[in-house]
């Protein structure tokens, strides 16, 4: 029976509410001041968790930025919309949240990072990077502009052009559905000029589990290539000029001077002045100390690099979305209006001793979900409940009085936004990542969630299991799937796990029809970043296995 909620009620008799979805790449729910504040002050994040709910407990169904998109849009997981990964496409035949809310009479617009598809579905106007896209000078791909470029710093450049949508295009007799999203702080993390010398003067506190050894858990653990020292590339990443690492010796790391190459190409001259005058402090700094550097020093020096850099891209997230929210007010838009601010995934600032994404682990897993509706949300709220981007599409459908398609999986999030949380019945979430082999090298895998226990099953190369005691090791550093004393739980979560499976449609048979298509395309050569070497070698060790 659908659920009855004050909202549903209200949208038969009053003005349906807009809708604004605010969504950065990869920022660390550890990264907003609402949830932790040893990294970064984000007065203007937080001002929509005071305004409305936080959520403790919002995850993903899928740790990569595209399938994290794609299942957003359609409210399905990525083994149904199609969009498992960054290498298989999205299936287009999918009908998208935005679509529907158009067609009911929604104005709609999107600017920003969508990531995949060039002519996003259901929208009136929208203006997007290109893939990535870049943090200097961005070129845009939009809807009745053709392709352009915009001079100036892609976090500013991106709220201009919202700011710009609702000053003159929006339409004040129609309610509006507005997707602004951010690039940062995705990887390379160039910050805004303005922050260059305030950030990479800061020192940030290290995390507990920098380095962490992985020899709790599972071999799939230890195999990823995600570890700071090991994998963070030294110019790419740190910005250390390839010249300095000529000169000291330094091998390279992956696509280490090509991946600065590009960023630093697009700068214009005073942008290239700025970024060489504060950043050759650090090399002359870094070059005196790397001759007497232990592998210890060396994780400490990338990670306060690191930190200097991704914590700055946020601080000018943060002030950008400060500039929405003060428009917001002056102009009477947020009393019917339905604020969302969340990541497409997690990521790890130094946990593990890792950066990026992708596993179940709480860091990646878990993202920053704060929403308000002034007068509907109880401000200053909070929120420990399962929730999932597998939801926002059946959320905001609802919200606008839609009915949501009966292929949809997600469930709406109103009964928790509204303190009727006693509607609200999921007690397990379900997660799947496949992208394996790839940049990183995380193994593919899937795993039930409770707020008490993950059950985890790497798969394809390496078959093993593992349980996590989420209340007992918050941490995540020990797998207890074969102590005794878990037996009755892991007996529970397993049988708890095929009905989640069953639920979601989701099948060994179907994970083996990705991968063979998967390893077929690799062998053929047409995985990026997967050689036709690294296929063979691959196959190989599955034989042994």
Request: proline residues 4%.
């Amino acid at each position: 029976m659908q659920i009855e909620s004050v909202f549903s009620q209200a949208t038969q008799n009053s003005k349906r509410p807009n809708i604004i979805f605010i969504m950065s790449d990869d920022h660390a729910y550890q990264a907003i001041s609402a949830y932790d504040k040893r990294l970064i002050q984000t007065p203007n994040i937080d001002r929509i968790a005071s305004m409305g709910m936080l959520f403790t407990n919002a995850s993903v169904t899928n740790s990569i930025c595209a399938p994290s998109r794609a299942t957003i849009l359609t409210g399905k997981h990525s083994h149904l919309n199609g969009k498992i990964d960054n290498h298989f496409h999205f299936d287009t035949t999918n009908i998208t949240f935005p679509q529907l809310l158009q067609r009911a009479g929604y104005q709609t617009a999107m600017f920003g990072k969508l990531h995949f598809g060039n002519n996003p579905k259901g929208f009136d106007q929208f203006k997007i990077l290109p893939g990535q896209g870049a943090y200097y000078n961005p070129d845009f791909i939009t809807k009745h502009q053709g392709n352009i470029r915009v001079e100036g710093y892609v976090t500013d450049i991106v709220t201009d052009m919202t700011l710009d949508w609702l000053k003159k295009e929006r339409n004040a007799d129609q309610p509006f559905m507005l997707m602004y999203l951010h690039k940062a702080p995705h990887r390379s993390w160039l910050m805004a000029e303005r922050h260059l010398e305030e950030f990479t003067n800061k020192k940030f506190p290290e995390p507990a589990t920098l380095f962490d050894d992985y020899s709790g858990r599972t071999s799939p653990v230890a195999e990823a290539e995600m570890n700071i020292r090991k994998h963070m590339s030294w110019a790419g990443d740190n910005k250390v000029f390839p010249e300095v690492m000529d000169e000291l010796g330094i091998p390279e790391i992956g696509f280490d001077k090509e991946r600065y190459k590009y960023e630093f190409s697009r700068l214009n001259p005073t942008q290239a002045e700025n970024f060489k005058k504060v950043y050759s402090k650090v090399n002359e700094d870094f070059k005196k100390a790397y001759p007497s550097m232990t592998d210890g020093d060396k994780m400490r020096w990338k990670y306060q690099r690191y930190m200097q850099d991704y914590l700055g891209t946020i601080k000018a997230v943060d002030e950008n979305v400060g500039r929405l929210l003060d428009y917001l007010e002056a102009n009477n838009l947020m009393e019917n209006t339905i604020i969302v601010y969340t990541s497409d995934q997690g990521f790890y600032l130094g946990e593990h001793g890792w950066f990026d994404k992708r596993f179940v682990y709480d860091e990646s897993f878990k993202t920053p979900l704060l929403v308000a509706w002034p007068g509907k949300v109880k401000a200053g709220s909070r929120s420990d409940e399962l929730v999932q981007n597998l939801d926002f599409a059946q959320t905001f459908l609802e919200a606008a009085g839609i009915p949501a398609p009966t292929d949809m999986q997600g469930e709406s999030i109103i009964p928790v936004l509204t303190g009727q949380s006693d509607k609200w019945t999921r007690d397990a979430v379900y997660y799947h990542y496949y992208e394996y082999p790839a940049e990183h090298m995380v193994n593919r895998h899937y795993a039930i969630v409770t707020k008490d226990y993950k059950l985890i099953h790497y798969y394809f190369v390496e078959d093993k299991w593992e349980l996590i005691d989420r209340k007992k090791d918050p941490m995540e550093l020990k797998n207890v799937y074969d102590d005794p004393a878990y037996a009755n739980v892991r007996k529970d979560l397993h049988a708890r796990l095929e009905r989640l499976r069953k639920k979601y449609k989701d099948n060994t048979q179907l994970s083996q029809r990705y991968v063979d298509q998967f390893m077929k395309d690799a062998s053929a050569g047409k995985v990026f970043g997967v050689t036709k070497e690294m296929a063979d070698k691959i196959f190989e060790r599955r034989k042994k296995n």
